[in-house]
């Protein structure tokens, strides 16, 4: 059995996450919530995913608690969008933030596929 605990904030809080072993999906998870996993080997691969956002992938073994967290990054790419959001509304003309904000949306698409928006950390033992 592997301990298994979600700690993400308000990012897709409203969303369960789905968790997979060895690319196989298990589970879901709620916010807050902590559930068991039993292993079918002793050691496996563990990772999540989210609307297409994924995690990290972490060799868990029997007995060991895993934390799902938001990556490092996120909490600064947040407010970069709000500052460029600002920026936006108040120093382009309606043509030009139409392109803007598609930028915008694009760049947030391709971190979310390109990058780990969640992390996986061993928390015990």
Same mark, same amino acid.
């Given at each position: #059995?592997?301990?298994?605990?979600?700690? @993400?904030?308000? !990012?897709?809080?409203?969303? @369960? #996450?789905? =968790?997979?072993?060895?690319?196989?999906?298990?589970? +879901? =998870?709620?916010?807050?919530?902590? =559930?068991?996993?039993?292993? +079918?080997?002793?050691?496996?691969?563990?990772?999540? @995913?989210?609307?297409?956002?994924? !995690?990290?992938?972490?060799?868990?073994?029997?007995?060991?608690?895993?934390? *799902?967290?938001?990556?490092?990054? %996120?909490? *600064?790419?947040?407010?970069?969008?709000? *500052? #460029?959001?600002?920026?936006?509304?108040?120093?382009?003309?309606?043509?030009?933030? @139409?392109?803007?904000?598609?930028? %915008?949306?694009?760049?947030?698409?391709? %971190?979310?596929?390109? +990058?780990?928006?969640?992390?996986?950390? %061993?928390?015990?033992?």
């Amino acid at each position: #059995m592997i301990g298994v605990k979600r700690n @993400t904030g308000f !990012s897709g809080a409203l969303n @369960t #996450m789905k =968790i997979y072993i060895d690319g196989q999906e298990v589970a +879901k =998870i709620k916010q807050n919530q902590q =559930i068991e996993l039993e292993l +079918k080997a002793e050691e496996v691969i563990l990772s999540v @995913t989210q609307f297409g956002s994924h !995690s990290n992938e972490l060799l868990v073994k029997d007995g060991q608690v895993v934390e *799902i967290n938001n990556a490092s990054w %996120l909490p *600064i790419y947040y407010v970069f969008v709000f *500052i #460029m959001l600002f920026l936006i509304s108040f120093f382009l003309s309606p043509t030009n933030q @139409t392109i803007a904000y598609l930028a %915008l949306l694009g760049l947030s698409f391709a %971190l979310i596929y390109f +990058k780990n928006v969640f992390e996986l950390k %061993l928390i015990y033992p």
